[in-house]
């Protein structure tokens, strides 16, 4: 993955690294650090342990924990400000350290991103305000990768769909508050988006709040030179946002690319996954041994990291896993083939040359030794009986087969004992794709839930309920699409997805898909286009999304003038949209004045930086998704 033109994600990090590492330097001498859980894995992304230290770290602890001791008086706490629960934890452990420990302590806490007025309310109902140093780390975005950001947020989706839910449109406004908080910083450094376009009234909202923070920034700004930076940026062409809302059922297929499925089988988090020792062995240097001697038999789990530094990883993260075996075995017969050279070397400087490369020889054997143990174990996962009639349900679903002739099979996949997430993922699958699941059946489908897996599931069920994500098909409901309908009425663009009707006119289903040298999205799911990469092709890659529908007879008004440029949104595909849940939008951002755009155009061009965009350089262009999104989406893209 190369950087991009318009956002060095480095900087990005170093920034961060840096705003951290000032932070604490300002507490002097030693200090204990109790990290918030979920901001842990963040925060190790731009700074590791040893770099604390460095900075007189003494000892972390998690928050929830709740096991901070005495043993530095200063006492630094890094947790996040939005929660209510974290500040009632800080302020708790405070008082109990006060009570119980004979050294006065200083204790500091740092809020992630931001300060709110809630964590002041409830650290001073505890009596604890007085007694604290309050800073803030505006930690917005994480870099995962080079053309890869994260929000430093724990639960967005929760936030954003399941809090408030029906009895409130609203919902939980904070992750759309942060997301937009985390952007502005990019329209202040590269100019403002010179086009936001989108899908979704999460995504509307978040537009809007740009829009705001644009002005009121504005109105801040007095100095000619700050508003230059407020112009449109000659670097990126434009802003798509991505409501997750539009498209639930992405992240309810079983991911089939190599990243996917092991974030499916073992979880990816914050670019590590935890695997067992006994699947991929002991980190090289790291076998335990018992004190006679002999290897310890313990089943322990290592951290390894799943990012493009690892460069046999950046060739198969993005491949359907169909692929990754052969892929292995080229690079397998590759790297015995190099090694095998070192006998062929005739002079020392042939022998020299063998040698300095010996490291580079040593880390890719490594790699796929962990690789290959990986695709074992993943392999043992995908030819179960299981998997196969899962994925199987799966493909049915998506591909418009009556939905009630897949209900026996889920039943025996009930009966079998398997995870209930499972079975749960394809009943939500149903659901939404159909807009709802008949009374009778969905009840019926409840019941044997709560016998084969407790009673306790009642509030999960409900939940999904709340959300609109398992629901029953009858007229009276928000979501009930009329089976067979395949229109475009404002009811079905404002409430729901429409899928029986977006399967043709999108391309959703490609029946032939080449997974060795793919030609079109669908071979992350081998054969199913997520609908969400979709709607981002109606702006980026027209002429494709054009030539797939073409070969149906389904053409689009209009089609014949279209070009690839996000500068007309989503033309010609705005009749398909209107079967897509949620507000769309095409929103322009111009500068100021014409003159601060013609002073802005003189300093760029005697400065030689970056201009107005004519010079035939490439431009980024950005895509938000709001709630989340899954690693075959990122590899689609």
Not at 129 to 148: K, S
Not at 284 to 312: E, N, T, V, Y
Not at 396 to 418: C, F
Request: glycine share 8%.
């Amino acid at each position: 993955m190369a950087p991009h033109p318009g956002i060095d994600t480095d900087s990005i990090k170093e920034s961060a690294r840096k705003n951290l590492l000032d932070l604490l330097e300002g507490v002097r001498g030693k200090k204990n650090l109790v990290i918030e859980q979920s901001l842990a894995g963040p925060v190790g992304i731009f700074v590791k342990f040893s770099t604390l230290q460095d900075y007189g770290v003494d000892r972390v602890f998690f928050l929830e924990n709740n096991n901070l001791d005495a043993s530095q008086k200063n006492v630094v706490f890094l947790a996040s400000g939005e929660k209510a629960s974290q500040c009632l934890a800080i302020a708790g452990q405070i008082k109990r350290l006060q009570q119980s420990s004979s050294v006065e302590h200083d204790f500091s806490i740092i809020w992630v991103p931001r300060r709110t007025l809630v964590s002041d309310r409830i650290l001073e109902e505890a009596g604890v305000l007085g007694d604290v140093a309050v800073e803030v780390l505006p930690l917005h975005f994480v870099p995962l990768d080079q053309d890869v950001l994260s929000l430093a947020h724990d639960d967005p989706f929760g936030d954003l769909y399941l809090v408030g839910c029906l009895s409130s449109p609203q919902k939980d406004p904070t992750s759309i508050f942060l997301a937009a908080q985390a952007l502005m910083p990019f329209q202040h450094k590269h100019g403002l988006f010179p086009r936001i376009i989108g899908k979704g009234d999460n995504a509307k909202r978040l537009m809007e709040l740009l829009l705001r923070m644009r002005s009121e920034a504005a109105a801040e700004e007095s100095t000619a030179t700050s508003r230059l930076g407020m112009m449109p940026s000659s670097t990126i062409e434009s802003l798509i946002i991505i409501d997750r809302e539009v498209d639930m059922v992405t992240p309810l297929l079983t991911q089939l690319t190599y990243e996917g499925l092991i974030d499916e089988i073992f979880g990816i988090k914050n670019n590590q996954a935890e695997i067992e020792t006994s699947i991929i062995g002991q980190a090289p240097g790291q076998q335990p041994k018992s004190q006679s001697g002999a290897p310890q038999q313990q089943s322990l789990k290592r951290k390894i990291q799943l990012d493009s530094s690892d460069k046999l990883y950046a060739q198969l993260r993005d491949a359907n896993f169909a692929i990754v075996g052969p892929l292995l075995n080229k690079v397998a017969r590759r790297l015995a083939g190099e090694y095998e050279s070192r006998h062929g070397a005739k002079s020392t400087a042939e022998l020299r040359e063998f040698v300095n490369k010996l490291p580079g020889y040593q880390a890719e054997q490594q790699s796929l030794k962990v690789h290959t143990s990986l695709m074992e174990e993943a392999l043992k996962h995908t030819q179960s009986e299981t998997f196969s009639r899962v994925l199987e349900i799966q493909q049915n679903l998506v591909s418009g087969t009556d939905p009630t002739a897949q209900h026996d099979a889920i039943e025996e996949l009930i009966v079998r004992d398997i995870p209930l997430t499972t079975i749960l993922r394809l009943l939500c699958l149903e659901s939404t794709i159909s807009g709802g699941i008949r009374p009778k059946d969905l009840d019926a489908f409840k019941r044997l839930i709560l016998h084969a897996y407790g009673p306790q599931h009642i509030l999960t069920l409900y939940n999904l309920e709340r959300m609109g994500l398992l629901i029953a098909r009858t007229a009276a409901n928000p979501f009930y699409i009329p089976v067979g309908v395949g229109g475009s009425g404002a009811a079905s663009e404002s409430k729901v997805t429409n899928y029986s009707a977006l399967r043709k006119q999108l391309r959703l289903i490609v029946d032939e898909v080449n997974e060795q040298d793919p030609n079109d999205i669908a071979y992350v799911y081998s054969g199913y286009a997520p609908l969400s990469v979709r709607l981002v092709q109606t702006i980026l890659q027209k002429q494709h999304l054009l030539s797939l529908t073409s070969r149906h007879g389904d053409l689009p008004p209009g089609s014949s003038s279209s070009s690839s440029s996000s500068s007309q949104g989503f033309a010609p595909f705005e009749q398909s949209l209107q079967n897509i849940r949620g507000a769309t939008f095409n929103r322009q951002q111009k500068g100021e004045s014409e003159a601060a755009l013609k002073a802005r155009q003189m300093l760029t061009t005697g400065g030689g930086g970056g201009g107005g965009g004519g010079d035939g350089r490439e431009k980024t262009v950005v895509v938000m998704f709001l709630g989340g999104i899954t690693f075959t989406e990122i590899a689609a893209l």
